[in-house]
């Protein structure tokens, strides 16, 4: 069955950091570029950031350049979103997706999505 879970998601204090991943499961994962969502109450999912094919290539949105790292390793069929520096407005729940192509930012972009996992960062 094809497939994208994440994990990792918790409750963290402002300034912490967190580990996500993601596994795919019933697809080549090399052949598909991954990119990082999030969604917050209330609001529309909105681009994290994507990493290419071999994983020497990413590109952030704005708000989380210089916080937030996306690797993958493509052996374990896992893309990971390593945040750093947490702040209460990264709140939401994280999904990982497949494209195509890089670099997307819109959620049509996509096409495989994990079930999301949350994250909370209290202050």
């Known amino acids: 069955q094809v497939q994208l879970v994440e994990s990792g998601g918790g409750l963290v204090q402002a300034g912490d950091s967190l580990r996500l991943s993601c596994v795919a499961f019933?697809?080549?994962?090399?052949?598909?570029?991954m990119g990082w969502f999030r969604q917050a109450p209330g609001k529309d999912r909105e681009f994290v950031g994507t990493?290419?094919?071999?994983?020497?290539?990413?590109y952030y949105e704005d708000s989380v350049k210089g916080r937030f790292t996306i690797s993958r390793d493509n052996a374990k069929n896992t893309v990971y979103l390593q945040m750093d520096g947490m702040k209460r407005e990264d709140t939401a729940i994280y999904y990982c997706?497949?494209?195509?192509?890089?670099?997307?930012?819109?959620?049509?972009?996509?096409?495989?999505w994990g079930q999301g996992t949350q994250v909370t960062v209290s202050t």
């Open positions: 990493i290419n094919w071999v994983g020497d290539a990413t």
């Open positions: 997706a497949t494209s195509r192509s890089f670099i997307r930012v819109t959620v049509t972009g996509y096409e495989l």
């Open positions: 019933g697809l080549r994962f090399n052949e598909w570029v």
